[in-house]
């Protein structure tokens, strides 16, 4: 029968060896999970139609928003409200869980060379 | 502004002394996110309209399904499909976050002593 269980950690050891990356790992309804592992400095973007929520699984993230920063590491989330701009940075690089509906672009209204057309499953 | 970072541990710090505890802690589009304490065996029973997920935090969970069992454990999850009979039990006690839309109920389909008819925030 279908249901199995995802190991994280097990997951993230199959991603390439880059700055950025993002797979695919579960659906639930019409909603993604993904991992996400990132270093440095993303862009500036919102998602106009949907929140979005961010698990920190490792490491530390800098999110950025126009008014305020908030800090995130391990054992933390936040959820991005639906049109909200937003800019994740991160120094030492992080490595955390995306839940959002699926098709939702990584930048948003945004195209840019960070665009990712279709992401792919782990 | 409004997102702000939820930290998951003290949120359970939050909880009441009791084997089985459940609150919601975010909300994403119209999906909740709750954090779930619980040791003992829960009931058999399905959700028929929903997928659902949950998220090990911290100790062990032994999902049963009527044709297998699935041990989870910190940094790892599980998308139950909707409709799907299962049971978590636990010894040791888990800590989790559970994903689903708002409003389902934590037995499903069962009426038991252990439904929770409207689940609060913490």
Redesign the interface.
Same mark, same amino acid.
């Given at each position: 029968?279908?249901?199995?269980?995802?190991? @994280?950690?097990e997951k993230f050891s199959k991603l390439p060896d880059e700055d950025y990356s993002v797979r695919i790992i579960?659906?639930?309804?019409n909603?993604e @999970?993904k991992i996400v592992k990132f270093k440095g400095e993303f862009i500036w973007h919102s998602h106009p139609d949907?929140?979005?929520?961010f698990?920190i699984?490792d490491g530390r993230m800098m999110?950025h @928003?126009r008014?305020?920063l908030?800090?995130?590491n391990r054992?933390?989330?936040?959820?991005?409200?639906?049109g909200?701009e937003?800019k994740p940075t991160s120094k030492e690089g992080y490595k955390a869980?995306l839940?959002?509906?699926e098709g939702v672009t990584n930048t948003g209204e945004v195209e840019s060379e960070m665009t990712i057309k279709k992401i792919e499953w782990v």
């Open positions: 029968m279908q249901p199995s269980k995802i190991n @994280f950690m579960a659906m639930m309804n909603y @999970f949907t929140d979005e929520t698990i699984l999110m @928003f008014d305020k908030v800090e995130l054992g933390e989330m936040i959820v991005i409200p639906k909200v937003h869980l839940i959002e509906p």
